[in-house]
């Protein structure tokens, strides 16, 4: 997910306009491309002739597949990055067409024509209505509920029981999502045709609070917003799961936030964020905003500002230096790093280290809802650096942050063992929140091997580890006992050296079975974040 973000007029719509004309040649929907209403730099005007031109460099995924018939696109295209122009001109209905700049004849059109039919590009206007944007894909969601329907109806009296029930599979993501978001706003259900005399319907749905029902169109904007979004991502991601042949789709989405309070924009946000972070789903989500949400969900913030007449994009990797950009231009608001991801829990945790080990403990302790293990340098690049001390003092001074954080997306703070005299210290720093937990690494689930010598979660760290550490030339000395390898020891001075060796294996990846001296507190971290 790839956010766009700058002041009004700043040209970051024109990218998604640019991307509609690309695609499906017209910038608005239902609008072609027209040069002379679309062209815009009056300080060409009468110098040039007028022409417009979109070129997008795709670099292809390993799970893209062309399907059978088009081989001649697949070695047109060729095996690496290439680049797709069009240009339009003035007074040609039809744009030139090239490949790496290469000028295209009619047969190469077609075929680079067939390979832009397996991407959907859907423009989503910031103006849209959304009951009325889901009505207008009526046939598309009853192409879907036919697909999925098969042969399950076999008899008349049987069709519509059959219709009922498949919808309600079909929308099962959309009413979970709509009841986490909206838990006062009762039931979400589609509505479907009920005999032969109303086959002739239109999509829409019904919600269902106390035994009455009520139609989508006189729910609130930010509701509608929601089940437009739960629509689309059904049917896009439909057509390629049935049929194979569309094979990607990008949404170009214009502020995403509008209309939403702020609970919903951030559900909003995280959604987009996880369709398109999904390696299964295909998907890549590209949107305009203003909302420091939206940046801080998205996995790249590109931020736009005019100068000198022209649109320049800067994209920015870290969410936090993209707000504080955006806050100084007066785009966005700044926001305290604490309260980062209002809908997920925060783990923060003493140093790197830590941070590097419970994220590889996740691929394998699935967290059941995203969590972030952060240090305090990547929580906060201005608190300097890490360590239990600094911790303190920055959980101190941000205590009335963490009381506004919502019980559901706690701060857990995790200390080490060797800092167990600490933990009331770090309780009483902030009082009176739910949101807000202080565990400590249990010393009785350390490795019985591992001497005091060991500081922190090094001492958690396998027989296995261990010793493949010491192979790599770590300065870990181990005991005998009866001529058997006894406990593993190590020396103040090398400290750092031992940590770095340890945290150098774990980047290769651990087993499952390394962390049994670590996984009952790695549970307990979990249930304590309500990621269990």
Known sequence: ?????????????????????????????????????????????????????????????????????????????????????????RGNPLPTVLLNDNTLNLDDRQKVAQFLQLIKYRYIPNRVLPTELIRNEHQSLRDVLVRRLANSAKRDVEAFDAIRDTSARMIESLKKRFQEACPEQGTVSLATPTSWNDLAFA??????RDGIETKDTEQGSGIQSLLMLETLYLIDRDYFQQFGWRQAAIWGFEEPESSLHSSLEARVAAYLADIAANPHGRFQVLCTTHSDLVVQYAGCTVVVEQRNGESKFDPIGDPREALTRLSGAGVARWVHP???????????????FDREFLDEAFRFFKPKRQVRVVDLPRLDPSSGSGGVDRMRQYIKDSANAIRSRRPEAPVVVVLDWDAAGKQDQFKKLVTGASAYKVLV?????????????????ERFHCDRVLDLAIQQGAPIGRTTKGGQPGEYMEEAAKYDQVKEKLAAIVREGLQQSDFVHAEAFIQQILQEARAA
């Open 441 to 457: 690494w249990p010393v009785k689930s350390a490795n019985p091997r591992a001497r005091e010598s060991f500081r922190g979660l």
């Open 338 to 352: 604490i309260l980062f991801w209002p809908l997920d829990p925060i783990i923060l945790v003493e140093g790197q």
């Open 203 to 208: 999509f829409g749905y019904r919600l269902a």
């Open 1 to 89: 997910m790839t956010a766009f973000a700058g002041l009004n007029n700043s040209g970051k719509s024109n990218v998604l306009r640019a991307l509609n004309a690309f695609f499906n040649d017209e910038t608005d929907s239902g609008q072609p491309m027209n040069v002379d209403a679309d062209y815009f730099r009056p300080d060409l005007r009468k110098k040039r002739r007028k022409r417009i031109r979109v070129s997008v460099t795709v670099e292809l995924p390993n799970n893209f597949k062309f399907r059978t018939g088009l081989d001649g696109v697949k070695s047109l295209l060729g095996d690496g990055p290439f680049t797709i122009a069009k240009e339009w001109s």
